[in-house]
C-alpha cells in the first residue's frame, strides 16, 4: 500500500515540479511549487518523519510562500516581459543541462538499495522519540538556544523600536 502511495506523491510531485517550471503566469508557479511541497510532506510521512512534515509545511508552504506570493504581487511580474535569448545562450543551456543528467546517472549507477530497509519500522522521526532525545540528552543546547533566541528577539524589538522624547 505504501509503495502505491509513493508512486501517486512522486507522480504528482513530478508533475506539479514541471508545472513550476513550465507556467507562463508567476502565481500560477507559485502555487505549483506550494502543491509541490505538500507532496514532499507526504513523502516525510511515509518516511515516519511526522515533525519534519509539519514543519515543512508550516516553514515552507506556510511562511516562505507566502513571503513569495507577497513579493510577486508587489512586483506586478505579470506585466513585465522577458527579453528573448540568443541562441547561443540556449543551446549552452541544453548542453549544461545533460552533462548534469549524464552524471546524475553515472553517480546513481553504483549506487545500490537495499529493498529490506523498512523505514515506517523505525521510530526515528516521531515527535514524541524527537522529544525524549532533546529534552533528555541535549537539555543544555537546547535552553541555551532558546537563550540566545530570546535575547536575539529582545535585540531586534531595542533596535526597531522608535525614540519617544518626552
Do not use: C, W
Not at 515533525?51 to 507566502?66: D, K, P, S
Not at 548542453?95 to 552524471?103: C, I, W
Not at 523505525?122 to 515527535?127: A, F, M, N, P, R
Amino acid at each position: 500500500m505504501n509503495l502505491y502511495i509513493f508512486y501517486g506523491l512522486s507522480t504528482i510531485m513530478i508533475f506539479s515540479s514541471l508545472m513550476v517550471l513550465i507556467s507562463k503566469r508567476p502565481i500560477h508557479s507559485l502555487l505549483y511549487l506550494i502543491f509541490s511541497f505538500f507532496t514532499l510532506a507526504g513523502h516525510y510521512i511515509l518516511l515516519n518523519a511526522q515533525f519534519l512534515a509539519v514543519v515543512h509545511i508550516i516553514v515552507y508552504a506556510g511562511a516562505i510562500m507566502v513571503l513569495f506570493l507577497f513579493t510577486v504581487m508587489l512586483l506586478n511580474l505579470n506585466n513585465v516581459t522577458e527579453e528573448r535569448k540568443s541562441r547561443f545562450s540556449q543551446i549552452t543551456a541544453v548542453v549544461a543541462a545533460g552533462l548534469l543528467l549524464v552524471s546524475l546517472i553515472g553517480a546513481m549507477k553504483g549506487l545500490k538499495i537495499d529493498p529490506a530497509f523498512d523505514p515506517a519500522s523505525l521510530q526515528i522521526g516521531t515527535v514524541k522519540n524527537l522529544g525524549q532525545v532533546l529534552f533528555n540528552q541535549y537539555l543544555l543546547p537546547f535552553e541555551l538556544a532558546s537563550v540566545l533566541f530570546i535575547s536575539a528577539m529582545v535585540g531586534t524589538v531595542m533596535l526597531g523600536r522608535k525614540e519617544i522624547n518626552y
